[in-house]
């Protein structure tokens, strides 16, 4: 079973829809972030989240320490947002900050 | 722009060479890191420098290797390569964070590797 878990994989929805992706993980952490990556492969810092709620433009993180879960909602979603988003957390206990990664979630938006 | 740049972008090469991925991180970042991104695999934590010393090891292959330079830029090296090793290489850089904290990492845009 891997670390971090994502739901769904893969995401097709009509623009303006709201989308939420979650991300669930086993280990401690002292971090969670959320990546998105585009067809071409850059990879962008959406947030990082340690507890609480962090919102930027039409995106909003969450995160529930004590449930090991984070959720990434988008609001009023545009064909740009289509990409793929990546749930990974550092694991707390300090030392290595390498992050650990989920599978992705395949997200298309209509228009 | 994150910042952190990759050379070079694209890489063919065939299986048994060697080869080297640069990585400069953003000004005054202190913390290297290496990932790989495999189709069957996905992103892996490859290994992390900070401040020219080797800080933590992941899922580093024993033929491949890594180092910090003094003016802080990254090298990745692949030898002995085999199919499988195609993938891209994401570098990524943070800065120092007091009292043992953990700071935003930025990605570079990678290096997409290709063994023939």
């Known amino acids: 079973k891997n670390e971090v878990e994502q739901s769904p994989q893969n995401l097709t929805a009509q623009e303006g829809e709201f989308i939420t992706i979650n991300c669930s993980y086993s280990?401690?952490?002292?971090?969670l972030h959320w990546l998105q990556q585009h067809p071409g492969g850059g990879i962008v810092s959406l947030f990082m989240?340690?507890?609480g709620k962090k919102k930027h433009g039409r995106l909003i993180a969450t995160i529930n320490i004590q449930e090991k879960h984070s959720s990434l909602h988008i609001t009023a979603s545009h064909p740009r947002d289509s990409a793929v988003y990546i749930c990974?957390?550092?694991?707390?206990?300090?030392?290595?900050?390498?992050?650990?990664f989920g599978k992705g979630t395949h997200l298309i938006i209509q228009p | 722009d994150s910042g952190v740049t990759q050379t070079p972008k694209h890489l063919i090469t065939a299986t048994g060479q060697r080869v080297t991925l640069r990585c400069s991180p953003r000004?005054?970042?202190?913390?290297v890191y290496w990932y790989q991104q495999s189709l069957d695999q996905g992103l892996q934590f490859l290994i992390q420098?900070?401040?020219?010393?080797?800080?933590a090891k992941g899922n580093i292959l024993e033929r491949f290797s890594a180092q910090q330079f003094p003016d802080l830029h990254s090298e990745l090296n692949l030898s002995s390569l085999e199919l499988g090793d195609s993938a891209l290489y994401f570098c990524a850089s943070s800065p120092w964070a007091s009292g043992g904290g953990y700071n935003e990492q930025f990605f570079g845009p990678g290096t997409r590797l290709t063994v023939l």
């Open positions: 990974a957390v550092r694991a707390s206990g300090g030392g290595a900050d390498g992050l650990t």
């Open positions: 989240l340690s507890s």
């Open positions: 280990v401690g952490i002292s971090a």
């Open positions: 420098y900070y401040n020219g010393e080797e800080r």
């Open positions: 000004s005054g970042d202190l913390s």
